[in-house]
T-cell receptor, first 112, second 110 residues
Framework: ETGVTQTPRHLVMGMTNKKSLKCEQH?????MYWYKQSAKKPLELMFV???????ENNSVPSRFSPECPNSSHLFLHLHTLQPEDSALYLC???????????FGPGTRLTVT | EDQVTQSPEALRLQEGESSSLNCSYT??????LFWYRQDPGKGPEFLFT???AGEEKEKERLKATLTKKESFLHITAPKPEDSATYLC???????????FGPGTRLSVLP
């Protein structure tokens, strides 16, 4: 595997389900990010982890819970989501929190 | 509040017809301005980083420039494979946040 990988690529979940999105980077980077991309809206930064510590949390609802167990892996735990949470969720990594980011292919999430 | 706008929202060009995309920004001290390309169903692909007014970067048919208020992405003699959405983002000095613009959707017709 190379670059940034995300699993699953597609996810359909009900509002009462609990699921997790996984991201793995193979670039030796120290910072990782979660973004939300909705139709007709700009990319929204959700969380930033630098050296496994959360350094940014942009007022994201508590039904989204990130976890960064090491510098190569990032998870987004989801529970009791709403239909408006349906979107493309993108993971990215960078050498440091001030450098250009490299994105994964995203997880297309649909909440029914 | 840091803001990024991009124009036009969509642009259709004939193959070989050069043009420019605009990214205007408001930020409290710029650390860096980033250009990305995004193809449908894929994550954004990094193109350029610009750090200070007057800086220019080139890659194949693309050239990015930066002033104190805006950045331009010039596309010279585009080809159909240049069709994509082009995203601009800024990072303010002293922060970890990245603010993205809404993008310009470019279509290059053969």
């Amino acid at each position: 595997e190379t670059g940034v990988t995300q699993t699953p690529r597609h996810l359909v979940m009900g509002m009462t389900n609990k699921k997790s999105l996984k991201c793995e980077q193979h670039l030796g980077h120290n910072a990782m990010y979660w973004y939300k991309q909705s139709a007709k809206k700009p990319l929204e930064l959700m969380f930033v982890y630098s050296l496994e510590e959360r350094v940014e949390n942009n007022s994201v609802p508590s039904r989204f819970s990130p976890e960064c167990p090491n510098s190569s892996h990032l998870f987004l735990h989801l529970h009791t989501l709403q239909p408006e949470d349906s979107a493309l969720y993108l993971c990215a990594s960078s050498a440091a929190a001030t450098y250009e980011q490299y994105f994964g292919p995203g997880t297309r999430l649909t909440v029914t | 509040e840091d803001q990024v706008t991009q124009s036009p929202e969509a642009l259709r060009l004939q193959e070989g017809e050069s043009s420019s995309l605009n990214c205007s920004y408001t930020v409290s001290g710029l650390r860096g301005l980033f250009w990305y390309r995004q193809d449908p169903g894929k994550g954004p692909e990094f193109l350029f980083t610009l750090y200070s007014a007057g800086e220019e970067k080139e890659k194949e048919r693309l050239k990015a420039t930066l002033t104190k208020k805006e950045s331009f992405l010039h596309i010279t003699a585009p080809k159909p494979e240049d069709s994509a959405t082009y995203l601009c983002a800024v990072q303010a000095a002293g922060g970890q946040n990245f603010v993205f613009g809404p993008g310009t959707r470019l279509s290059v017709l053969p």
